[in-house]
């Protein structure tokens, strides 16, 4: 992750009695393994123009301690999250109003903070009587720290805020259950609630993100055949095949489900899981990770990539890839992979630069006899490139898409006409939506719908003379639409809501 000034942080786990230290003035600065023969986390922060190192630390004390994830506020304080089985050295940093717990279990979750200086300034522990993890930490949008994660306690200490919404679990249900702890800005806890069903659910470990509108979005992977569901009028699968992914949207102010859903095909056992979600910034919500499903849920989408087969054919897993639009409507599904009955693939992480979307993992997918097992793709120029496949068991991998317009059409404002000669309202609308310009036009217009897959929905003609039109969008289903306004002077494409 970047931290506010550009400088890209890392955090892991270590052993290493002479793992590179680099002490930062100011900072929390550790540069002794906790003990011998025993696991700390790492901090590590470089400089985003050398790559030279700015800051690497060791994060523990006298047990085993793992560092599984990070994030920033829009103060640049530094958020970590994983485990420990830690009970002494140490010391829970309690600022006033925070949340602090001493250790409990025979391994617990734990959240720590630091200022923008990186100093540490905020930890404590987080669980029951057995075990728990942290498999990531998210900040939403109002700058309040969420941790996503793990739990076989039977005493995990949940919260339900007064008037909270209809997403609250007390028990732990199964033999592991994930759960969700929403902390205040200032570190009190707000909402904490164990998530699953009668058998046992594994998080993702990058499967958590929040949308424009302060929507959590959660995945992972599930064996219970109960597990809640919540059916939001777009994608939605409630049978369950013997080991699914599902994915969960909670309104994360008042805590109402908005979509809870299987993903997997009817193959048993699906085998992977669901292990990362990315939002863009038009809310499209991307998730990936691997499944051995024969008839997973794919669906083409314009000129991007597009897989519609399994490539293990059954047996072994490849990566997948799906996009949901705002109203959790499908458009795009596809498997990621090679072609042979034994290689593998899972996609384990995704991040989103502007347009574009990177996607890291690993395949055992090799050449054979000349064919190219994996989709490999050479960008030219200066990229790094390797078309070899190098390892023993596995290679890991990076994959750029470009998902600046992935439905295959984009606003645009083209020649003399911009979005200043004419409204759109309301936006978002129910029964009628209203076209006015300011002005009349020169020649007569094609006023053109698309849904947001790129299927023409709606046609007509906007007369020249004409200075507004209403068109009836009744019978539209709900969700994000494009209007496109054209003629020999201009070609202009806005987005609109249908509710």
């Known amino acids: 992750r970047k931290a506010g000034n550009g400088n890209p942080y890392i955090v892991g786990v270590t052993n290493s009695t002479d ?21 700390d986390g790492f901090i590590a922060e470089f400089n985003n123009t050398t790559g030279s190192a ?28 994983g485990r420990t089985n830690s009970s002494t050295g140490i010391t829970p940093a309690t600022p006033s109003g925070a949340y602090t717990q001493s ?32 498999t990531a930490v998210k900040i939403d949008k109002y700058n309040n720290p969420v941790i996503y994660g793990e739990t076989s306690s039977i005493n995990l200490p949940t919260t339900n805020p007064s008037g909270a919404g209809d997403y609250y679990d ?15 800005f200032g570190g009190a806890v707000q909402w904490a609630t164990y998530i699953g069903g ?56 008042t805590y109402d489900t908005l979509l809870s859903t299987y993903i997997s095909g009817s193959s048993f056992p699906d085998n992977l899981s669901l292990t990362s979600i990315a939002i863009n910034a038009d ?36 990566g997948f890839l799906m996009t949901f639009d705002l109203w959790d409507n499908e458009i795009l ?28 993992g690993q395949t055992s997918s090799v050449d054979t006899n000349g064919i190219r097992r994996f989709p490999l793709f050479d960008p030219g120029f200066t990229a790094y490139y390797d078309s070899t496949y190098n390892g023993n068991v596995y290679d890991g991998f990076v994959s750029m898409f470009c998902i600046g317009n992935i439905t295959g059409i984009e606003e645009t404002n083209n020649n003399s006409f911009n979005n200043n000669d004419f409204i759109v309202y309301p936006n978002p609308a129910i029964e009628k939506l209203t076209i006015k310009l300011n002005g009349t036009l020169k020649n007569d217009a094609i006023i053109e719908l698309f849904s947001i897959d790129g299927k023409l929905v709606y ?10 039109m209403i068109i009836d969008i009744n019978n539209l289903s709900q969700g994000l639409y494009l209007l496109r306004i054209s003629n020999v002077e201009f070609n202009s494409t806005i987005k609109f809501s249908k509710n």
């Open 103 to 134: 250790f409990g279990g025979v391994y617990d979750a734990f959240i720590a903070r630091f200022t923008p200086s990186d100093n540490y300034d905020w930890f404590t522990f987080y669980g029951g009587s057995s075990s728990d993890l942290a």
């Open 198 to 253: 009668d058998s046992i659910e594994l998080p993702g470990r990058n499967s958590i993100d929040f949308n424009s509108y302060n929507d959590l979005y959660l995945g992972g992977s599930t064996w219970s055949n109960n597990f809640p569901m919540k059916n939001s009028g777009g994608f939605f699968d409630n049978s369950f095949a013997g080991d699914d992914e599902y994915l969960m949207r909670i309104d994360g102010v």
């Open 333 to 360: 599904g596809t498997y990621f992979g090679g072609y042979e009955l034994a290689n593998q693939e899972n996609i384990y992480d995704m991040v989103i630069d502007n347009d574009f979307l990177y996607a890291v």
């Open 19 to 39: 793992f590179p230290y680099f002490g930062k003035l100011g900072a929390h600065n550790d540069s002794l393994l906790g003990a011998p023969s025993t696991d």
């Open 170 to 184: 007390d028990t732990l249900n199964g033999g592991n259950d994930a759960f969700v702890v929403k902390f205040s």
């Open 54 to 81: 700015k800051w690497i630390t060791y994060f523990g004390a006298s047990g085993n301690d793992l560092i599984f994830s990070l994030d920033f506020d829009t103060s640049n304080r530094l958020f970590i999250a």
């Open 283 to 318: 809310d499209e919500v991307f998730i990936a990770g691997g499944t051995s499903a024969i008839n997973f849920p794919v669906y083409q989408q314009g000129g991007f990539y597009y897989q519609d087969t399994l490539s293990g054919l059954g047996v072994a897993p490849d």
């Open 459 to 468: 046609s007509d003609k906007f007369l020249k003379l004409k200075e507004s």
